[in-house]
């Protein structure tokens, strides 16, 4: 009698190993894809503040580049290590297409009273008061396939925003 119910309780134990295994590693891998879009996110924003702080000092030793905005794609793209931004730079038109977009923000100071409006100038007429805004885009890819097919592609971004000295 207790051969037999060891046998039994063998062939439960591996059904209900079955059953649960399969739940428990979508639980781990989705931890895993939260800690690698945490990273990703926080690596793009800061990428995103060193190449605006960069940029926006009249001197750039860390960079051999030399006009202020390749400078700034430079040193955006030097500092992302283990995955990198989208093909392409902008710094005019559309923010959602390149990976590194430098835009130079001018005040308009004809509407005193209103809310601040802010003119887009060239990057080389950027001078001191304008703000410096640098974005980086990412395409993110889930690793787990079942999350993946859910959520799909997740676009991330790191935006910098600063004034220019």
């Known amino acids: 009698m207790t051969a037999l119910r060891k046998r039994r309780t063998r062939g439960q134990a591996l059904v209900e190993f079955a059953l649960v295994i399969p739940m428990f590693l979508l639980l781990i891998f989705g931890i895993v894809d939260l800690g690698r ?3 990703t996110n926080n690596a793009l924003n800061q990428a995103a503040r060193e190449a605006a702080r ?45 990976g590194v ?47 993946a097919q859910f959520l799909g592609t997740q676009d991330l971004f790191g935006r910098a925003e600063v004034t220019v000295n």
């Open 101 to 147: 977009y430098v835009q130079c923000r001018r005040w308009d100071g004809n509407n005193p009273g209103s809310s601040p409006v802010f003119d887009v100038v060239a990057i080389s007429d950027c001078r001191g008061g304008d703000i410096l805004v640098v974005q980086l885009n990412h395409d993110f890819d889930l690793v787990t396939p079942l999350i």
């Open 37 to 39: 879009y945490v990273y």
């Open 54 to 98: 960069v940029g926006a000092v009249s001197s750039r030793p860390d960079c051999s580049a030399g006009t202020r905005d390749a400078c700034v794609n430079e040193i955006a793209r030097e500092r992302i290590t283990g995955f990198g931004v989208k093909a392409g730079m902008a710094t005019s038109g559309a923010q959602d297409t390149p």
